[in-house]
């Protein structure tokens, strides 16, 4: 069974399990890197927003043996667990004034999202976009995030030279940034660390840029001031990693690195060990203390 098949199958499993006063509908979703998953979004006459319930864990559950049945009792489970207890007052999104509020932005890879860049407000920086998202958690709701639109930033009459200000300004104080030594961050995930592990990650002085959430931390990489806290801690410039679109990795320049080989290895591992909708870039890059500024390394 492909994946097609299965998403037939489990759409009519979820609507025998669910009953009347729902409907289920299978869509195809585009994520960074305009990557495709397959998803069904579930909705409850009364509520006004629907989650979105991606298939693939759910799919691999059923290769590795599990019943449609039981795999769409567990996705039904975790349907109710994030619907929200009555509509949500979405009326807000319509004032600028309270959406900057939570305006905040990320690091996408501009070769791999021609398609998206058409339609969002974005900022090229080296061979990466800044890109804006509007985060929110509300009650009943877990957090989420909308992309903001070039169809939202004419609805509120603003342009993107505001929309930078004021993510630049919110970010930082939304998702703190953070820098752990790499030792510290994979006790925090729980061993579910990143592809550019060394086997002795402890003798080895690498330190992972991300927020405290863990999600689109590349971006903190431009907060002002992290990546000179950091490289006048250690007294050098920094080489910087881009592990996946959530966190980088830094490390001081110690004279000796082979450029080259960091990049062979960037450029294998995006292949073989990073989600394809995580990946932000193959590039190696730069931070020089002195002058505060992001190059690609040479």
Request: aromatic content about 10%; hydrophobic content about 35%; some cysteine.
């Amino acid at each position: 069974m492909n994946m097609t098949e299965f998403s037939g199958n489990m759409k009519k499993a979820v609507e025998k399990k669910l009953g009347q006063g729902y409907s289920v509908e299978e869509v195809t979703i585009s994520k960074n890197n305009d990557i495709k998953l397959e998803a069904l979004v579930i909705r409850k006459e009364g509520i006004n927003l629907s989650p979105t319930v991606y298939l693939a864990s759910y799919f691999e559950s059923y290769e590795n043996g599990e019943s449609i049945k039981d795999v769409a009792g567990r996705l039904v489970r975790d349907f109710y667990a994030a619907l929200p207890e009555g509509d949500i007052d979405v009326s807000f999104y319509e004032d600028y004034e309270k959406v900057k509020k939570g305006l905040s932005y990320k690091l996408i890879s501009s070769e791999r999202n021609e398609f998206l860049l058409e339609s969002v407000p974005h900022v090229p920086f080296l061979d990466l976009e800044i890109v804006f998202y509007y985060c929110f958690e509300m009650n009943g709701l877990p957090e989420g995030t909308i992309l903001i639109r070039n169809s939202h930033m004419e609805r509120w009459g603003v342009d993107t030279g505001l929309l930078m200000k004021d993510a630049l300004e919110n970010a930082p104080n939304a998702m703190p940034g953070r820098c752990q030594r790499i030792g510290e961050f994979l006790d925090r995930m729980s061993g579910h660390g990143s592809g550019f592990i060394t086997q002795d990650i402890e003798s080895v002085p690498l330190y992972v840029v991300t927020n405290r959430q863990m999600s689109n931390g590349a971006a903190t990489m431009l907060y002002p001031g992290l990546l000179k806290d950091l490289s006048d801690k250690l007294g050098r410039n920094l080489f910087l990693i881009p592990s996946s679109v959530h966190e980088i990795i830094a490390f001081a320049d110690d004279g000796e690195e082979d450029t080259g080989c960091i990049k062979d290895m960037i450029f294998s591992i995006n292949r073989t060990q990073v989600e394809p909708q995580d990946v932000l870039s193959d590039s190696l890059y730069y931070f020089d203390r002195d002058t505060g500024k992001i190059t690609f390394a040479s």
